[in-house]
């Protein structure tokens, strides 16, 4: 009787720690933080990267991500742990780019915002492309044949104009309902968009279904999320379909990869 006892005590046990571990798996080590300064512009800009190894970059893609306007908040760039940690978690090297400053103007809240924003969509996309220049100078094996740019709400519009002024510098697009600055008509870069279900975008933004068949665009719409659930204040359920659709846009969906994801717990 005892020795069955122990027996059985030793295989709960194990079972606890595999468990746990496969818990911790999930999360990498806290993001290294970087803080760039362009000298042009006499301008800081925090970073944060997200990897499984900076010590072996080579031929890793690059995503560089970009927050949703927080009001200057410090941080912002933390807001996506559960999609960035996981993207890590796959192969990607990620930056995220920290684009408002405490000391930095808020942007107006009145009038149009294709005029009153585009300071602060011109001052990101700037953001964008000092740290991918940066990137290439400190981590020159990265593939930088295949850049996503991506970001979510006012960072996604950033990213769409930086797409737009420089085609050549990105593999794929990947907005999270940006609703203000418009998708450019194009067939490279790929372009990707994920939808909520309760801001909709401004004229013009989105392409017509005739647009996205003809520049091979895709546009989805998410039924159960709310524009302000697509950072890590959303439900697990939210998150888990978020990053299915960034796997499958990158072409991540097939074999074991997004199975092992799923297998596991998404902060």
Not at 98 to 123: A, C, I, K, S
Not at 125 to 148: G, R, S
Not at 237 to 257: A, C, P, V
Request: net charge positive; with cysteine; proline share 5%.
């Amino acid at each position: 009787m005892n020795k069955m006892l122990l027996i059985f005590l030793i295989i709960l046990l194990t079972s606890c720690k595999s468990n746990q571990d496969i818990v911790k798996s999930t999360n990498l080590s806290s993001p290294k933080i970087i803080e760039y300064f362009d000298s042009s512009r006499e301008r800081k800009i925090p970073v944060a990267i997200y990897a499984k190894s900076i010590l072996t970059t080579k031929k890793m893609p690059v995503l560089i991500f970009s927050h949703g306007y927080g009001r200057n908040a410090p941080e912002s760039n933390l807001s996506y742990a559960y999609l960035l940690e996981n993207l890590a978690k796959t192969g990607y090297f990620v930056a995220s780019i920290q684009h408002e400053l405490p000391t930095d103007d808020l942007v107006p809240l009145e009038g149009n915002p294709q005029v009153v924003r585009r300071p602060n969509w011109n001052r990101g996309a700037e953001n964008i492309l000092f740290v991918l220049k940066e990137l290439q100078k400190y981590y020159p094996d990265l593939d930088y044949k295949k850049v996503i740019i991506s970001g979510h709400s006012n960072g996604g519009d950033m990213s769409t104009l930086f797409t737009e002024m420089h085609p050549d510098l990105v593999w794929k697009l990947i907005t999270l309902d940006q609703r203000r600055y418009a998708f450019p008509r194009i067939s490279q870069p790929k372009i990707y968009s994920l939808r909520s279900s309760d801001q909709p975008a401004d004229t013009g933004v989105l392409p017509t279904l005739e647009e996205q068949n003809k520049f091979k665009m895709k546009i989805v719409e998410l039924s159960n999320t709310i524009h302000n659930d697509m950072d890590d204040g959303g439900t697990l359920t939210q998150k888990e379909e978020i990053l299915k659709y960034f796997l499958e846009f990158l072409g991540e969906n097939k074999n074991s990869g997004i199975e092992k994801i799923h297998r596991e717990k998404i902060r």
